[in-house]
């Protein structure tokens, strides 16, 4: 059976900076994969190639077997794709379920007229969404704020909510971008909880970009390196953090 999501051989440049250099990997159904390395090594332009922002210049890039590499954004969302990005893109002036909501845009397809006439099979979708949107809230210890406005929450909450908004459309793959970025210890050992259980309960893919490999070892089952647009170790975590080429383009080469 092929992996949920498959990336072979992705090239990427600007101008002469070639921001993926052919890297490959898989992530499977309920597994959670990391890809780290350093600032500048192409975790977030692979990242935006998968999600359709980028467009490679070549290779392959598949969701549960279709090829995604020059779909627009909203037809790879369709395949059960969902993202959280690493710069908060919340409604501060929204509440957290309204914001959380936001998340099932792709859902409602009734248009501008289905809306105004209230036509009762866009009803039916909204009342579904909004029962959802508020299980989630629940899950993730977010129903007593639901009608709290955005910017009046602390960070750690924010990042929550963000991922509440992007389960909303039941992804089958989540790209989760620096979750654990300005969060105090017990959110972070939180937050890997809470991957770990949508990864067993839901079966949900998870490939998470983090730079705190005390999450990254707690919650990955393997973890895929890039350095300079090239994937450099592949494998389990606390083997790969050993791993000499990757203390090297960490560190630095005395390191190795």
Known sequence: MPALLEVTDVRLSFGGLQALDGPSLQVAD????????????GKTSL????GGLYRPRSGSIR???????RLP??????????RTFQNLGLLASQTVLENVLAGAYHA??????????????LARTERRLRGTALQLLAELDLERLATRI?????????????????LLSEPRLLLIDEPANG???GEVTELGTTLRR???ERGTAILLVEHHMGLVTSVCDRVVVLNFGRLIAEGDPHAVARDPDVVAAYLGSAAA
């Open 30 to 41: 309920g597994e959670v994969v990391g890809l780290i390395g350093p600032n500048g090594a």
């Open 47 to 50: 990242f935006n190639c998968i």
């Open 63 to 69: 969701v549960a077997g279709t090829e995604v590499t």
């Open 73 to 82: 954004r909203h037809r790879i969302a369709s395949l059960g794709v969902g």
């Open 108 to 121: 409602t397809r009734g248009g501008y007229w289905a809306s105004a006439l209230a036509l009762p099979a």
């Open 150 to 166: 955005v910017g009046t929450l602390p960070f750690g909450t924010l990042k929550r909510v963000e991922l509440a908004r992007a």
């Open 183 to 185: 969060l105090i210890h």
């Open 198 to 200: 949508l990864a067993a």
